[in-house]
């Protein structure tokens, strides 16, 4: 018999909320109506996130029984997010002990049900044999089962969505490397998940009769190997195929080192994720359907859940970093607490300056930017670079603009398009000339002090492939002379009209 609170809802108790998963579910299971108390050993972590407000946090942590047996008190569902993914030596008796105080804990409590995400192991391989990552996942989801409450243990392999490790690690290794000498890891068969589908398990796990008490294999549709993940990729996000050459030699230990100095994701993340790639982990079944239904096109097919995590670069919703933006539209977006490896590479050129003008005045030079007014910077340099756009196909500088002092959304800039216009405030060019990737022009006028304004300015460059970092790294040194000249001159220019100056 299900309990629930005066709304109707169960409640429930997440831990591991700071996590990759443990930040979706929350607004998951609130938007299904539930009330949510998160277990945090640094709640003050927690304060970034869009949920934030509409969760109880509590300090504590899984390894203390006292914190953990007044987390449970009054909860229906406790879900067990917590992976010691990066720990060092000893990670395994760590795991152990924490699992059975949480069991231990949950029962005493009268918890109705524990819910637990652990990783799909292979069926044909002794569990003395697994890698360490992957043996600690299976016996913690053991303890789970053993502990008298009802238990629902899922079990997923490569889980796609921004900010997931594997999925960065993907990411990074077919964008940066279009011809790649990989480990004998990449042949092996994979049975990866859109993360949308994992959270509508983890959410619907919550209902399932009290009889229930098994692990479930969840995955996606399609079984391919690491290499035809990497082909995918490249092929959703517009990069050429990739050579792939598989080398034996390369074991789990250098191929970690490998993924380390290609990619961001820290080595001790990528040490247990490559070792685990070895192992052939594909669903045996697929009963969770039978207590979380399907519903059509569910689960996401791999191409889906790919081109929902790249989303956020097509539809240009660009933020400083993607971790750092406001607000996740889908579970497969960034997080503002993501790690900063997360999401993609986002470089970012950032000029500030104070301006002695009112912010109407330097709006006005913002608003005016382009055409035969020109970029206030190193003329010979944008006239340059417009030539070669039109000598690789590009629409060049020719297009200048509608009108002279006044902007809409959709107008062509010269080789910019008027993405984002808020008047008074933000200019936002997307670039339409032809680049290894996509960029993007912000400008912002701001009130300052004492009447004066001040003004931002950022160039931003999602690089598309190995070219696209290239390209970024070779144009930088330019960049004090082109965009730091542009930031000055634009702030002297508004000096002088609000002093009633000739431009």
């Known amino acids: 018999m299900e309990s629930k609170d005066d709304s109707g809802g169960l409640r429930c108790l997440v831990t ?103 990783g799909l192991t292979p069926a044909d391989v002794p569990m003395r044999e697994l890698s360490p990552h992957l043996r600690s996942r299976a016996e913690v989801g053991r303890i789970l089962l053993d502990s008298g409450v009802p238990t629902t243990a899922l079990r997923a392999a490569v889980i796609i969505g921004s900010g997931s490790a594997s999925f ?151 933020s400083t970093r993607w971790s750092t933006a406001s607000t996740p539209g889908i579970p497969s977006d960034p997080l503002p607490t993501d790690p900063d490896w997360a999401g993609g590479s986002l470089y970012t050129d950032e000029r500030e300056l104070d301006v002695n003008a009112s912010p109407e005045a330097l709006w006005q030079v913002v608003e005016g930017i382009g055409g035969d007014n020109g970029w206030y910077s190193f003329p010979l340099a944008w006239a340059v670079r417009g030539w070669l756009d039109r000598l690789i196909g590009g629409v060049g500088l020719r297009r200048g603009r509608r009108d002279a002092q006044r902007l809409r959304v959709g107008d062509s800039l010269d080789f910019w398009r008027v993405e984002e216009l808020q008047p008074g405030r933000l200019l936002r060019l997307r670039a339409e000339m032809r680049l290894p990737g996509l960029a993007w022009l912000e400008m912002y006028a701001e009130e300052g002090e004492d009447g004066r304004s001040r003004y931002r300015q950022r160039a931003i460059f999602h690089p598309a492939g190995l070219l696209g970092h290239a390209y970024w790294w070779s144009v930088s040194p330019f960049h004090a002379v082109v965009f730091g000249g542009m930031a000055r001159n634009i702030a002297l220019a508004a000096a002088r009209r609000a002093a009633g100056e000739p431009k």
């Open 168 to 318: 960065e690690m993907l990411r990074y290794l077919t964008e940066r490397l279009p011809v790649m000498v990989t480990p004998s890891w990449v042949s092996t068969r994979i049975q990866p998940i859109a993360v949308r589908d994992v959270l509508r398990y983890l959410v619907g796990s919550a209902h399932m009769p009290d009889g229930v008490n098994r692990t479930f294999d969840i995955g996606g549709p399609d079984v391919m190997t690491y290499r035809d993940m990497m082909q995918r990729y490249a092929q959703v996000a517009g990069l050429p195929h990739r050579l792939i050459l598989p080398v034996p030699m390369l074991s789990p230990g250098l191929s970690s080192h490998w993924v380390g100095l290609v990619t961001p994701v820290p080595a001790s993340i990528a040490r247990p994720l490559a070792e685990s790639l070895r192992y052939e982990v594909v669903c045996h079944e697929h009963d969770i359907a039978d207590h979380v239904p399907d519903g059509p096109g569910q689960p996401f097919s791999f191409a889906t859940a790919l081109s929902l995590a790249l989303q956020r670069v097509r539809e240009a919703r660009v």
């Open 16 to 118: 591991g909320a700071t996590g990759y998963i443990g930040g979706r579910l929350v607004p998951g299971l609130l938007e299904a109506g539930h009330r949510v108390r998160c277990l945090a050993r640094t709640p003050e972590k927690l304060r970034d996130y869009p949920w934030a407000g509409e969760a109880e946090v509590v300090k504590g942590d899984v390894t203390d029984a006292e914190s953990v047996s007044a987390a449970m008190l009054g909860i229906d569902v406790a879900y067990y997010l917590v992976h010691a993914l990066a720990a060092g030596p000893g990670f395994e008796k760590t795991d152990r002990e924490a699992a059975r105080t949480f069991g231990e804990q949950a029962k005493a409590a009268g918890v109705r049900r524990i819910v637990y995400l652990g």
